[in-house]
Nanobody
Framework: QGQLVESGGGSVQAGGSLRLSCTQS???????????WAWYRQAPGKQRELVAS???????HYADSVKGRFAISRDGSRKMVYLHMNSLLPEDTAAYYC???????????WGQGTQVTVSS
C-alpha cells in the first residue's frame, strides 16, 4: 500500500476556486477503481470532518456545508482523485486530507494534508 500524495492547496480570496489532487504511489487500476476515496478537512481546534466521498460504484456524498460548491471526481486513467472547490468561504479554511479505503481488506490510508486558506 503506497502513500497518498496530495497537491493543490494554497491561499485564495473568498469567492475563489482551488482544485486539490490526490494519488497513491504504485496503485494499480483495479485497486484504484475498487477503493472508496474521500476528502476530509480539519480546521484549527475542530474535529476532522468528511467533505466528500466517492465509492466504487460512483456514489457520491457531500457534507451539507459544501453542497453546490465542491465536487469530487476521479480519473481512472490517471489514477487521480480531485476535489474541485468553488465559491470558497473563509470557513473553508482548513487542512484537507485525502483518504482511501482498500476494497480488499478495508485498510485505511491518509494523505499528509494540504492547507487551504481563504481570506475575506
Amino acid at each position: 500500500q503506497g502513500q497518498l500524495v496530495e497537491s493543490g492547496g494554497g491561499s485564495v480570496q473568498a469567492g475563489g476556486s482551488l482544485r486539490l489532487s490526490c494519488t497513491q504511489s504504485r496503485i494499480i487500476t483495479s485497486t484504484f477503481n475498487g477503493n472508496t476515496w474521500a476528502w476530509y478537512r480539519q480546521a484549527p481546534g475542530k474535529q476532522r470532518e468528511l467533505v466528500a466521498s466517492v465509492d466504487s460504484t460512483g456514489k457520491i456524498h457531500y457534507a451539507d456545508s459544501v453542497k453546490g460548491r465542491f465536487a469530487i471526481s476521479r480519473d481512472g486513467s490517471r489514477k487521480m482523485v480531485y476535489l474541485h472547490m468553488n465559491s470558497l468561504l473563509p470557513e473553508d479554511t482548513a487542512a484537507y486530507y485525502c483518504y482511501t479505503r482498500m476494497y480488499y481488506n478495508n485498510a485505511e490510508i491518509w494523505g499528509q494534508g494540504t492547507q487551504v486558506t481563504v481570506s475575506s
